[in-house]
């Protein structure tokens, strides 16, 4: 959950000439002088080969209700119920070994173990499925671009019944915007309350004579109970967030995205909100990018990803252009960082953001559009693409990096051996009930041919 979406601007376009190969193996690793030894892996670590799902996917490419028309990744979400994982994105029909068995646009729904299409969930919907979240009830939450479910108006967000695809009418919210389509990019289940970024200026909702209206500016919270908005929440982002989540600890709400300002204030990069009122925490320090091409250009710095460790000591971050660092929690001050780049010396820019973070038994792993070098202790770049002004060490990476949750060093062992078909690389990172890493994106086959449908199972064993 996203662990999950998104986030644009000048992420485009890594190594084009790899056509989206996330590479089979480890080829190249190499330290700085005086570097200390390569990291070696964690006994958690997930293998590298996916596991058989049967040769079940999705398939196609619908962009037409993305907020961004170069978007070419089809899953962009991925969620867990009763032994089922359901997926969402762009896709237009769910498939076996490459070829189409039913038109099934934008969420399908699949079994957990065998990776056997449940043809009994058969929702529709007129448009793309950003983030997808499960309440402790048992619904559904959909987030998206669509406007209509099941024959009925219900814009960017709506509440399904997990087993049928029926709209669950107990949970209610209705979503508006003053100007253009209305859409949901994000959103972060914790506690009684579901965090919501997008593209949003109103959200109305609740059941019975529990309901609400709220006006607000791109970031909101409801009711995991029954969709209702939470009056005193009510942030202003001059930009909608590509990412939040929101802690554990129940402390702090994380936002992450291209933005210059929140509640009036210079922030950009990564904002640090009260849960309950949406004001800014003090005591956090800057976040620093990794590039920021001002002021010889207009573009603004950003993050695509963010995400707090489950033991509460660290933030990871994404902060703009192939940087991944390990932030201190506490104040948000850099411990550690990771690059993506091409081979040292080359002129040939290569890697490419990260775009998505999970954890399983200590270990965090971290997506990107990215197919050559993974450069540790690098923290600066002056040409994005090319190798950091600095580095320890470097190890190939194959679109999804394996990392210590403390020490953050990279765990080499993890190399995953699939293949895309853009460039754009895995969007979604998900662990399921029983510990095992699902990723989402631009994922079509295997090293050995295999078809991938937009996305693959990683397990221990």
């Known amino acids: 959950m996203r662990g999950r979406l998104h986030r644009w601007g000048s992420r485009r376009r890594g190594l084009r000439a790899a056509a989206g190969l996330l590479v089979a193996a480890v080829v190249a690793a190499g330290t700085a002088t005086g570097a200390a030894a390569p990291a070696s892996a964690a006994p958690s670590v997930m ?3 996916p596991k058989s799902l049967g040769g079940w996917g999705v398939t196609g490419l619908d962009v037409t209700t993305s907020p961004l028309a170069d978007f070419k990744s089809n899953v962009t979400a ?3 119920w009763n032994g089922r994982i359901y997926v969402g994105g762009m896709f237009t029909a ?3 070994n490459g070829t189409t068995q039913a038109a099934q646009p934008y969420l399908a729904a699949f079994d957990r173990a065998t990776g056997a299409w449940v043809t009994t969930f058969r929702p529709r919907l007129d448009g793309g499925v950003w983030d997808l979240a499960v309440t402790p009830k048992g619904q559904l939450l959909v987030a998206g671009y669509f406007g209509v479910v099941n024959g009925t108006t219900h814009r960017a967000l709506v509440a399904l019944n997990p087993s049928t695809g029926a709209v669950d009418s107990t949970w209610k919210a209705t979503l508006t915007r003053t100007t253009g389509r209305v859409g949901v990019r994000t959103m972060h289940l914790q506690g009684s309350w579901v965090y919501l970024g997008g593209n949003v200026n109103t959200v109305s909702g609740g059941t019975g004579t529990d309901t609400g209206t709220v006006r607000g500016k791109n970031l909101f919270r409801v009711k995991v109970s029954n969709g209702r908005p939470s009056a005193g929440f009510h942030p202003s982002m001059s930009t909608a967030p590509w990412q939040v989540f929101a802690s554990p600890k129940g402390d702090r709400v994380y936002a992450a995205g291209r933005f210059g300002t929140v509640n009036g204030t210079a922030k950009e990069v990564l904002a640090v909100l009260s849960p309950t009122t949406g004001a800014l925490v003090s005591g956090v320090a800057k976040v620093t990018p990794t590039f920021d091409c001002r ?7 950003y993050s695509e990803a963010v995400y707090e460790t489950k033991n509460g000591a660290y933030v990871i971050a994404t902060p703009t252009e192939h940087g ?3 932030l201190t929690r506490s104040t948000l001050a850099r411990r550690y960082g990771h690059y993506t780049g091409g081979d040292p010396g080359s002129t040939v820019k290569a890697g490419g953001d990260y775009q998505a973070i999970a954890e399983a038994n200590g270990v965090v792993y971290a997506a990107c559009h990215c197919f050559r070098q993974d450069y540790s202790g690098a923290y600066r ?9 600095s580095w320890s060490r470097y190890s190939r990476i194959n679109g999804i990096g394996a990392y210590d949750a403390t020490t953050f060093a990279k765990l080499d062992a993890f190399s995953p051996a699939v293949y895309g078909q853009y460039g754009d690389g895995v969007w979604q990172l998900f662990v399921d009930s029983a510990g095992c890493l699902w990723a989402g994106g631009d994922i079509v086959k295997t090293a ?8 693959a199972k990683f397990c221990r064993t």
């Open 448 to 455: 050995s041919n295999a078809w991938l449908g937009g996305f």
């Open 295 to 301: 002021p010889a250009c207009t573009k603004a710095p």
């Open 94 to 96: 769910v498939a076996r």
């Open 78 to 80: 991925l969620a867990e």
């Open 324 to 326: 991944l660092h390990q």
């Open 381 to 389: 770049t002056t040409t994005p693409g090319l190798a950091p002004t």
């Open 47 to 49: 293998l590298s080969t």
